[in-house]
């Protein structure tokens, strides 16, 4: 297995130029354009420096694709996105980053495309196209239009000063190097181990395309239909080369346990991942979310169905909240694949034997929230250096099934019981949950846009989409003003000075919880009011500031910003 490394030393040497007599001259000792280019090899080199951005790196404090952001988690302190605190940075690595990537895209894209052996490149030159649209995307998503570069900037070019692109301009570009990113990308069966392939293109275009038309569909800002005609096409196609899989491997513990695997090239289900390995790149997120940083709330706990296939509130089998473990009784089973019971026990990275897990209490610093995380808890005792050597999934199958099935019924408003098995169920399917039908949705009042939500939801939580989807649905003005609440406190177990589980004894840690901390009996991590979403403003992020002091006739700010 080859390890896909090189240092920026590279780009940033054979991109540097000077006067033009010194272009035309062969440095001795340092690489350049002259003596560069000329062989595969180089340009895989030259490609090898896209798979180690830290954007992509769950553990990265400038990362956006954090489920703190929305309401479904909450870390160990208030998050001004959620919150509606944010205020505009001076610089911000999205935007920065961003355009450093699209900057060494644009010189990958130019030598490929007019170099001597283009056909022997033809992978290496799938990657710069796929990577200028991944992080055109990024800032599509974050702000909207930006300034279109689509080449390697001299200082005197006019394109330094550029205004913004409309959205549609920036998302036709987008589109447009997907398209050749697959035109030239190898099918998984021939690319490398490891690296981007013509089906992932195809999946993160159904990505972009799912994004954008339910966007434009319930912002109203233009005609999704096509755009999500797209997304159906090329999730089905993915689907239909049959490369990838849902992960399985574990039998009933195959949800949870594929995300602490420590090689997802042999993830059947992986079409994208950041990857680490012990005392090289390590992977400190089961570190972070051990010690409490991405909790789980009541709104994520109350997604998860019954096990007859019904929510909480239309099934028999849903038992409350009276104890500390009931509302877990006779539920999807990926809610304990994703939430810790309580007083159960498990290792925690930091330590090296199993221990009960309870809130606030010994290696437990989850002392916000009742509801603990155990989706990304590594089973491996102290992994070295600080973190353990599992992959971070960048996109992931079942994300493509979720977009068919969603893509499918905004398109039409509705979606065949054919579509729903070869899409959504086939993830029910995994955990043992019964099917969503249109049967089952009719006899009990359900909508069906709300369980294909669900779903996703549920199976895709605190892998950082639910930010993305509350803002592309325009659901984000309803949902994230709420108070952020955890687990029933009055009324219930929790409320009591000790609790007893599994012989054992443990003092809760919400008893004597005060009334200011309480909302309708439910403990609060943030009320209501101290949350805000502007609907004229907080759909994007600002500009960073310094951007906007540099080109001010043309750069213009965010609405509200």
Same mark, same amino acid.
């Given at each position: 297995?080859?390890?896909?490394?090189?240092?920026?030393?590279?780009?940033? #040497?054979?991109?540097?130029?000077?006067?033009?007599?010194?272009?035309?001259?062969?440095?001795?000792?340092?690489?350049?354009?002259?003596?560069?280019?000329?062989?595969?090899?180089?340009? !895989?080199? #030259?490609?090898?420096?896209?798979?180690?951005?830290?954007?992509?790196?769950?553990?990265?404090?400038?990362?956006?694709?954090?489920?703190?952001?929305?309401?479904?988690?909450?870390?160990?302190?208030?998050?001004?996105?959620?919150?509606?605190?944010?205020?505009?940075?001076?610089?911000?690595?999205?935007?920065?980053?961003?355009?450093?990537?699209?900057?060494?895209?644009?010189?990958?894209?130019?030598?490929?495309?007019?170099?001597?052996?283009?056909?022997?490149?033809?992978?290496?030159?799938?990657?710069?196209?796929?990577?200028?649209?991944?992080?055109?995307?990024?800032?599509?998503?974050?702000?909207?239009?930006?300034?279109?570069?689509?080449?390697?900037?001299?200082?005197?070019?006019?394109?330094?000063?550029?205004?913004?692109?409309?959205?549609?301009?920036?998302?036709?570009?987008?589109?447009?190097?997907?398209?050749?990113?697959?035109?030239?990308?190898?099918?998984?069966?021939?690319?490398?181990?490891?690296?981007?392939?013509?089906?992932? #293109?195809?999946?993160?275009?159904?990505?972009?395309?799912?994004?954008?038309?339910?966007?434009?569909?319930?912002?109203?800002?233009?005609?999704?239909?096509?755009?999500?005609?797209?997304?159906?096409?090329?999730?089905?196609?993915?689907?239909?080369?049959?490369?990838?899989?849902?992960?399985?491997?574990?039998?009933?513990?195959?949800?949870?346990?594929?995300?602490?695997?420590?090689?997802?090239?042999?993830?059947?289900?992986?079409?994208?991942?950041?990857?680490?390995?012990?005392?090289?790149?390590?992977?400190?997120?089961?570190?972070?979310?051990?010690?409490?940083?991405?909790?789980?709330?009541?709104?994520?706990?109350?997604?998860?169905?019954?096990?007859?296939?019904?929510?909480?509130?239309?099934?028999?089998?849903?038992?409350?909240?009276?104890?500390? !473990?009931?509302?877990?009784?006779?539920?999807?089973?990926?809610?304990?694949?994703?939430?810790?019971?309580?007083?159960?026990?498990?290792?925690?990275?930091?330590?090296?034997?199993? !221990?009960?897990?309870?809130?606030?209490?010994?290696?437990?610093?989850?002392?916000?929230?009742?509801?603990?995380?155990?989706?990304?808890?590594?089973?491996?005792?102290?992994?070295?250096?600080?973190?353990?050597?599992?992959?971070?999934?960048?996109?992931?199958?079942?994300?493509?099934? #979720?977009?068919?099935?969603?893509?499918?019924?905004?398109?039409?408003?509705?979606?065949?019981?054919?579509?729903?098995?070869?899409?959504?169920?086939?993830?029910?399917?995994?955990?043992?949950?019964?099917?969503?039908?249109?049967?089952?949705?009719?006899?009990?009042?359900?909508?069906?846009?709300?369980?294909?939500?669900?779903?996703?939801?549920?199976?895709?939580?605190?892998?950082?989409?639910?930010?993305?989807?509350? !803002?592309?649905?325009?659901?984000?003005?309803?949902?994230?003003?709420?108070?952020?609440?955890?687990?029933?406190?009055?009324?219930?177990?929790?409320?009591?000075?000790?609790?007893?589980?599994?012989?054992?004894?443990?003092?809760?840690?919400?008893?004597?919880?005060?009334?200011?901390?309480?909302?309708?009996?439910?403990?609060?991590?943030?009320?209501?009011?101290?949350?805000?979403?502007?609907?004229?403003?907080?759909?994007?992020?600002?500009?960073?500031?310094?951007?906007?002091?540099?080109?001010?006739?043309?750069?213009?700010?965010?609405?509200?910003?």
């Amino acid at each position: 297995m080859k390890t896909l490394k090189i240092s920026s030393i590279i780009f940033l #040497a054979i991109m540097a130029t000077g006067c033009k007599k010194f272009l035309d001259l062969q440095p001795q000792s340092n690489i350049s354009d002259i003596t560069y280019w000329q062989t595969a090899n180089d340009y !895989r080199l #030259a490609a090898n420096w896209f798979y180690n951005s830290p954007l992509d790196d769950p553990n990265y404090s400038g990362s956006y694709m954090n489920d703190n952001n929305s309401d479904i988690a909450f870390g160990t302190e208030v998050n001004t996105i959620s919150s509606g605190k944010y205020v505009a940075p001076e610089q911000d690595d999205n935007w920065d980053k961003s355009y450093e990537a699209i900057r060494n895209a644009n010189k990958l894209i130019a030598e490929g495309t007019t170099s001597s052996i283009k056909n022997d490149i033809k992978p290496f030159l799938g990657e710069g196209y796929f990577y200028r649209a991944y992080y055109y995307f990024r800032l599509l998503d974050l702000y909207g239009g930006v300034p279109i570069i689509d080449r390697v900037l001299q200082p005197t070019d006019p394109l330094v000063f550029s205004a913004r692109a409309t959205r549609d301009e920036l998302l036709n570009f987008i589109v447009s190097d997907l398209n050749n990113a697959i035109t030239n990308l190898p099918v998984k069966a021939g690319a490398e181990k490891g690296r981007i392939c013509k089906e992932a #293109a195809q999946a993160f275009k159904a990505r972009v395309c799912l994004f954008e038309g339910t966007w434009r569909k319930f912002h109203s800002t233009g005609d999704g239909s096509t755009l999500l005609d797209q997304a159906i096409t090329e999730s089905k196609n993915v689907i239909n080369s049959n490369a990838y899989a849902l992960n399985k491997a574990k039998s009933d513990s195959s949800y949870r346990l594929m995300f602490i695997d420590n090689s997802s090239m042999d993830n059947p289900e992986t079409i994208i991942s950041k990857k680490y390995r012990t005392t090289i790149n390590v992977n400190g997120w089961a570190y972070g979310v051990s010690w409490g940083n991405l909790n789980p709330t009541k709104a994520v706990a109350d997604l998860y169905l019954c096990k007859d296939g019904l929510p909480i509130d239309k099934s028999p089998l849903f038992k409350g909240y009276d104890s500390a !473990r009931t509302e877990f009784r006779g539920r999807d089973p990926r809610m304990a694949q994703s939430l810790i019971l309580p007083a159960i026990k498990i290792i925690r990275p930091q330590y090296d034997k199993y !221990r009960p897990q309870w809130p606030g209490v010994d290696n437990n610093r989850n002392v916000n929230s009742g509801y603990m995380l155990y989706k990304f808890i590594s089973e491996e005792p102290t992994p070295g250096d600080g973190g353990g050597a599992f992959d971070w999934n960048i996109i992931r199958y079942a994300e493509v099934l #979720a977009i068919y099935a969603e893509a499918t019924y905004e398109r039409n408003g509705s979606i065949s019981d054919a579509d729903l098995n070869l899409s959504i169920n086939l993830l029910r399917d995994r955990v043992n949950m019964p099917h969503l039908t249109n049967a089952l949705v009719i006899a009990n009042g359900l909508n069906m846009q709300t369980e294909i939500r669900r779903e996703r939801t549920v199976e895709l939580a605190f892998e950082g989409f639910r930010w993305d989807d509350l !803002r592309r649905w325009k659901t984000a003005e309803t949902v994230l003003p709420k108070s952020v609440l955890s687990v029933k406190v009055t009324g219930s177990e929790w409320s009591k000075q000790v609790i007893t589980l599994d012989g054992a004894s443990y003092n809760s840690y919400f008893y004597n919880t005060p009334a200011a901390q309480l909302e309708n009996g439910y403990k609060v991590l943030q009320p209501s009011s101290q949350r805000a979403f502007d609907v004229n403003k907080n759909y994007l992020l600002p500009i960073p500031t310094k951007q906007i002091s540099l080109n001010p006739d043309k750069l213009k700010q965010n609405p509200g910003w």
